[in-house]
């Protein structure tokens, strides 16, 4: 789960709370506590192995904290946003192996003396078209993820300052899309009582899209979280149509987040404080399903 996942944990204890509750069973600083813990656990970490067992301490945290009844303040969020920040720098690290940023175009060698060779370039999805919406995005990393493993599906997304075409704003536009491991699909040519084929052996570690206009696409490795197949079901065209319904101003810029719940939502922001908007919509994932021509 990385750091938005976590933020938005918190803000749904902030927007669950209710006047008429009892002193709260839990504070603040008892989870910033476990969080200071699991920042230093993960900076501690070397290998994958250690990461990921950190990042099923920190999954299984985050879950927790969205069930507290105390009210975190907005200062208190972007704290934890902020600790989130380095959790997920220090896990990038332990992924690749590494201990400290090695710099750009550095050459390093090895105890033999001769140069180790450079790593091996991540895939990437296709090149977007320009411009490009989030669903033609969505749909580049959708594609993308069996060529990393089989077992690849999208498990989460987060689109920030997207527009009402559902176009990501130039200078501040990101989508974040975590790629997890999802259950196989069954063969269509496979005879009804036939046995299914042996499950492949799901990956040790997942990945994490990022989408900028000026970067293009970026990867990283990522612990690996659970993705359910179809994911997702509406496009951000319809979330933004049925936001417009609440009356949202149809000429700003949302945030717009999908991540595996039961039922599954899509969460709709928009926030402007100078101008004292704070608008946030739960909208369900819900959309028909329908065919794609190739």
Not at 52 to 57: E, G, W
Not at 166 to 178: A, H, R, Y
Not at 229 to 249: D, G, M, S, T
Not at 251 to 279: C, H, S, Y
Request: hydrophobic share 40%.
């Amino acid at each position: 789960m990385n750091r938005i996942a976590i933020v938005f944990a918190f803000v749904v204890v902030l927007v669950g709370c209710k006047e008429e509750k009892p002193t709260p069973k839990y504070e603040f600083r008892a989870d910033w506590k476990l969080l200071i813990e699991i920042r230093n656990a993960m900076c501690a970490c070397k290998d994958q192995a250690c990461a990921s067992a950190v990042l099923a301490r920190k999954t299984k945290w985050s879950a927790e904290i969205a069930t507290r009844d105390y009210k975190p303040s907005p200062v208190q969020i972007k704290d934890a946003d902020n600790m989130s920040k380095e959790i997920d720098a220090c896990m990038a690290k332990a992924m690749r192996g590494v201990t400290e940023p090695i710099p750009s175009g550095s050459a390093s060698t090895a105890p033999s003396g001769k140069p180790t060779p450079s790593p091996t370039k991540a895939a990437l999805p296709a090149a977007a078209p320009t411009p490009a919406t989030v669903d033609q995005l969505l749909a580049l990393a959708r594609d993308f993820a069996p060529t990393e493993h089989a077992q690849l599906a999208i498990a989460s997304i987060d689109a920030e300052y997207v527009d009402v075409d559902g176009k990501l704003d130039d200078d501040n536009g990101s989508l974040t899309v975590i790629l997890g491991t999802a259950a196989p699909t069954d063969d269509p040519n496979r005879r009804v009582g036939a046995p299914a084929k042996p499950r492949p052996t799901p990956p040790s570690t997942c990945t994490k899209l990022i989408w900028k206009q000026a970067s293009g696409w970026v990867s990283e490795p990522y612990g690996c979280i659970e993705a359910q197949r179809p994911f997702p079901r509406c496009q951000l065209a319809e979330i933004w149509k049925r936001a417009l319904a609440k009356a949202v101003p149809k000429d700003g810029l949302a945030v717009i987040q999908l991540r595996e719940a039961t039922p599954r939502q899509w969460v709709f922001t928009m926030v402007d404080e100078p101008r004292k908007l704070n608008i946030q919509h739960s909208l369900p994932d819900d959309c028909e399903l329908k065919l794609e021509k190739h």
